[in-house]
Nanobody, 131 residues
Framework: QLRLEESGGSLVQPGGSLRLSCTFNGWSLDYYAIAWFRQAPGKEREGILCQSSRGDNTYYADPVKGRFTLSRGNPKNTVYLQMNDLKSEDSGVYYC????????????????????????WGQGTLVTVSS
């Protein structure tokens, strides 16, 4: 069964940085669109960053624009979410997801609600931003 595993979540002070990893137990994520979601306590899960499989289209939700970036790593089965200038409202459980059927034109929809069920999910990693 294909799955993803997030890591790197921890306690960090406001203004700090953190890099989350998302590792695939398959061969490569090159053919998958990638999505990062987060869920704060008592709130619905929100899509924050979604990228097409070729990396030619990336959608950033307004709360993370200019602060978060996604990179595809080497080895090819890992992607990273770099989070800078963290704020308390960034706290929550962060999930990565991958989908081989999402075209580049649909990455914004991928981050939004009501999109198709994404193929592969991780279990989440907790990020706490607090002084």
């Amino acid at each position: 069964q294909l799955r993803l595993e997030e890591s790197g979540g921890s306690l960090v002070q406001p203004g700090g940085s953190l890099r989350l990893s998302c590792t695939f137990n398959g061969w490569s994520l090159d053919y998958y669109a990638i999505a990062w979601f987060r869920q704060a306590p008592g709130k619905e899960r929100e899509g924050i960053l979604c990228q097409s499989s070729r990396g030619d289209n990336t959608y950033y939700a307004d709360p993370v624009k200019g602060r978060f970036t996604l990179s595809r790593g080497n080895p090819k089965n890992t992607v990273y979410l770099q989070m800078n200038d963290l704020k308390s409202e960034d706290s929550g459980v962060y999930y990565c997801a991958a989908d081989s059927l999402t075209p580049s034109s649909s990455v914004q929809r991928m981050c939004g609600g009501g999109y198709r069920d994404l193929e592969v999910w991780g279990q989440g990693t907790l990020v706490t931003v607090s002084s």
